[in-house]
């Protein structure tokens, strides 16, 4: 079956999605959104809300189709709310978006869909503030216990290893026949690393998986829930992370580290916050655990990124990102490097 595209199939089955939501769904506005790299649709409509004072209310809501299997599971599972509920405090501090309804067949297609709450608030990226990076990092943690008890880890589920030799020689090769700023210096470095690498990988590979990871952690993927209107509006709403689809078993330091990369060499985007030992005490302040070797698995980690990062010299060559790339690693190599 040819592989069809996700806003053209999301218009056909337009009357099949409605039926299957009762009718409580509105007219659907569909749209490609610029920042989406998979081939769900998306779109902006109503849904009629049951309400004790005026029988029934219209909130706004995003429809997804057709979305994959993990983005469909974690969306449904932490974020399904009884209608009654809809504006319960339980409800209002979710981590993941409240949905509304959801299915995995449509017009006899075997797809997924899922109607969720839409976000007034732009993303936390747009705020960028100590405060909000905090937030962001509350609600990881508080993803982190959600999804753990909702299912056991499932290590076979995890993604599969990178080829961190290979990336290393790849990246060795590429600065050998590309000129760039301090290519010396990173040749240097990873033939330093290159005998130990064996070594790093092993044991980044035998880590204890106990956490099911966002795997796509940032502020464009994390947005501030508008408070019940019964509550002071002058307090900011709940922060919650948006797109699941990468949730898969690894280490917390995962999420921690995947946002610390992203800001290497810009550090000053993240307002003072370090992501590593921010997530920490947010994970300890509701109980999860943080484990005593985490911080040198982060270390390895560390060293890991910032090695392979010339093997994607034509698509990541940033100067900035690529000299803070090379401070990592030549900090570290005197502790895993001799």
Known sequence: MHELDGQALASTLDPQLHKACHGRLGNISWFRATWQH?????????????????????IPCVVKMPI???????????????????????????????????????????????????????PLAMERTESSMWALFETAAEFHAA??????????????????????????????????QDGDRWVNALERIQPNLDQLIERWVTRDMDTWCHHDL?????????????HDPNVPGHCTLIDLALVAPGSWVEDALYMERLFWGRAEKLCNIDPLTTLAATRESIGLP?????????????????????AFLRTEGDPVYLKAALGVLERLLPEFAG
């Open 38 to 58: 998979g081939g769900a649709g998306t779109g902006f409509s109503t849904w009629s809300l049951p309400d004790r004072t005026c029988g029934h209310r219209e």
């Open 68 to 122: 994959g299997y993990s983005e469909y599971f974690w969306t449904k599972r932490l974020g399904l709310v009884h209608p009654d509920e809809w504006d319960e405090p339980r409800s209002l501090t979710l981590p993941t978006p409240r949905v509304l309804a959801a299915g995995f067949e449509l017009g006899g297609y075997d797809l997924a869909w899922v109607v969720m709450e839409r976000f007034q608030n732009p």
């Open 147 to 180: 999804a753990i008890l909702e299912k056991p880890i499932d290590t076979s589920e995890a993604k599969a290893p990178q080829d961190w030799a290979g990336l290393v020689e790849k990246g060795l090769h590429a600065l050998r026949e590309t000129e760039i």
């Open 218 to 230: 940032h502020a464009h993927n994390a947005m501030r829930r508008m408070a019940s209107p019964s």
């Open 290 to 310: 943080v484990g005593d070797d985490s911080f040198e698995l982060a270390q390895i980690r560390r060293v890991l990124m910032a090695a392979s990062t010339p």
